[in-house]
């Protein structure tokens, strides 16, 4: 059943911890770089920033030093220690106009509060404000909704840490000015930030970026676009075993494959709604033959014209299209990331088509076939998080009724499935509510891998139909659902989850022959190729390095078994196996270790 709603992090003593530390390392900036000009400071995911305008120097932007960083870490130690009062009040618009005359990001900001175009906290709002809130400590003041803490003292000085800098346009916009950002952290103590400090070591040691280098996975080159990967042969063999993996077990569940353009007419997806919807992050239409085209932002869209292909009968239901679609999206160049975070993505996307009384038994079905990906992977803390609406934005389509219709379907179905979820306000795709899974990898980072959705809007938008037993017209329901989400992001995620030491299944190169000296390598590649004769993916180092550096070499390629061969080895027909951990596990006759092997790779096991 469902879980009672955790406490929202905007909510949490964590936050208002994150909040109080930007504003006291904001401080601690203008008592170092008084002529410094000050932007927006939120809390973040496990920490909190602030921008910063220094001026120019030499023409461009001045920047913050490693050892600036440290003064200012240090000044804003001192002062949390104090023990200052966060004292909250608000002002007219002209007072603020007149206290921030200096600071004319704040200024910007006091503008468009009053025109009712952001509120405080930067979010957007369709209420002109007559006056402004602000927090002040000592003699710094800042435009601010708040929360904080009471006191500068609950932010512990040991359980501070500033983190890097970097540039960032203001508002995000690259024809802005760009400021200087600094990223910090902050703590309930201590212990949890020298965690997090480890944690972090750990993941840059696991950044999937240089081990996609290091093991040969995947490319950008900036002659191509930054966020556009290219998939070397290494990773495009990771990505097409995922690819076949999933395409069987559709197969088996009865998915149907479909395959859809690159580009579509403008008007698809205004009838969709992506495109008035999520234009900002969509490419520029392009005119074809006095028509406006565009890259293809969704594949449902495309899916929806395959169902309309024909008449349809509800013995055609449930109707269930599957495609590995590539998408594309507009992403700012200052935020793009590797695999994680690109311009052009391909989606494990498929779409069911099924009638209202087949819908709960549909949703339950996806459940089970993302949970058995789940499981599959050894992803097995994981949690599920049901999407809804926020009825006071307008950023969600539909009438009430649909939308309760939909979270109710959900939770049904959720309920009977017997799953633990939480009900989170806001998480809803705009056309219908969704069921999310939130996966926790090895470092404790929380990634959205699967999700299921169910639309009632595209249906009545796209007057979809199918004949009923009783001969009249009716309206089918729409369930998105997508496993993997996003191949290139949850590569990236299987990168760092593993560290690159993947599962013999997935692994790129499974088996590295090791011939000792050059008289062995005719019986290497023949044993190589015996296994590939079973579908193992092999490798042979016949190059004239010793033998224990062709063993290395293969460990720093994370490959899970080396097969030493040498003269005993070619005279009983066996190879002597090491694994990629270091152990020397002797010789086995090849017959038993292909036998040992396959039986691994058909489980796929996470043993070696």
Not at 443 to 449: A, S
Not at 474 to 502: C, D, K, T, W, Y
């Amino acid at each position: 059943m469902s879980e009672t709603n955790p406490i929202p992090y905007a909510e949490s003593e964590l936050y208002r911890i994150r909040h109080s530390a930007a504003h006291v390392m904001a401080e601690a900036v203008l008592a170092l770089f008084p002529e410094a000009k000050i932007a927006i400071g939120p809390p973040i995911e496990d920490g909190f920033y602030y921008d910063f305008d220094l001026g120019q120097e030499n023409g461009k932007p001045r920047t913050f030093s490693e050892e600036n960083l440290a003064q200012i870490e240090e000044r804003m130690k001192e002062l949390l220690k104090q023990n200052a009062p966060f004292e909250h009040s608000s002002m007219s618009i002209r007072e603020a106009q007149a206290f921030f005359a200096d600071q004319p990001y704040k200024l910007e900001l006091i503008a468009d509060l009053a025109a009712g175009k952001l509120d405080e906290n930067g979010e957007a709002t369709a209420v002109p404000a007559s006056e402004v809130s602000i927090y002040k400590q000592r003699d710094f003041v800042d435009l601010c909704r708040g929360p904080h803490v009471k006191f500068t003292k609950q932010v512990k000085a040991n359980a501070v840490k500033l983190l890097r800098t970097g540039g960032a346009y203001w508002r995000g916009n690259e024809n802005n000015p760009q400021l200087q950002r600094i990223y910090g952290t902050a703590w309930h103590n201590k212990e949890e930030l020298d965690e997090y400090l480890r944690l972090l070591e750990e993941a840059k040691a696991r950044d999937h970026r240089r081990l996609g280098k290091q093991l040969g996975l995947f490319h950008i080159s900036q002659l191509v676009g930054s966020g556009l990967p290219l998939w070397l042969p290494k990773g495009a063999v990771l990505r097409e075993t995922l690819e076949n993996f999933l395409r069987q077990a559709q197969l088996e569940r009865g998915y149907l494959p479909v395959i859809t353009p690159h580009i579509g007419k403008l008007d698809l997806y205004i009838t969709s709604g992506h495109y008035p919807y999520y234009k900002a992050s969509q490419y520029t239409p392009i005119d074809v033959d006095e028509e406006k085209f565009m890259l293809k932002p969704m594949n449902c869209p495309h899916h929806i014209e395959i169902y309309r292909s024909e008449a349809r009968s509800y013995r055609d239901l449930p109707l269930r299209l599957a495609e590995f679609g590539t998408v594309y999206r507009y992403e700012q160049s200052g935020e793009l990331t590797g695999l994680t975070r690109v311009r052009g993505f391909t989606v494990d996307d498929s779409h069911l088509f099924v009638t209202p009384d087949q819908l709960e038994e549909e949703f339950i079905g996806v459940v089970d076939l993302i949970q058995f990906v789940f499981q599959t992977m050894g992803f097995h803390d994981f949690r599920a998080r049901l999407g809804t609406n926020d009825p006071s934005s307008d950023k969600y389509a539909g009438a009430p009724e649909m939308w309760a219709k939909g979270i109710n379907a959900i939770r049904q179905a959720a309920d009977k499935a017997g799953m633990n979820y939480t009900i989170e306000e806001g998480e809803a795709a705009f056309y219908g509510p969704k069921l999310d899974f939130i996966f926790r990898d090895v470092l404790k980072r929380e990634w959205q891998l699967g999700t299921v959705q169910v639309d009632f809007l595209l249906p009545e938008r796209f007057d979809l139909e199918y004949t009923g037993e009783d001969g009249q017209k009716h309206r089918p329901v729409m369930i998105h659902r997508a496993p993997f989400g996003s191949m290139e992001r949850f590569v990236g995620i299987l990168i760092e989850h593993f560290n690159g030491a993947f599962p013999l299944w997935l692994a790129p190169a499974q088996v590295m022959m090791v011939p000792i000296a050059d008289r062995h390598n005719e019986y290497a590649h023949a044993v190589s190729r015996q296994l590939r004769a079973v579908g193992m993916r092999v490798q042979v180092d016949d190059s004239s390095d010793r033998m224990n550096k062709k063993i290395r070499n293969a460990q720093l390629q994370k490959i899970p078994y080396m097969l030493v061969v040498g003269d005993k080895e070619m005279e009983n027909n066996a190879v002597a196996v090491r694994t990629r951990d270091e152990e020397d596990r002797g010789a086995l006759p090849v017959a038993e270790f292909i036998s040992h092997a396959t039986t691994l790779i058909t489980t796929k096991s996470m043993e070696l």
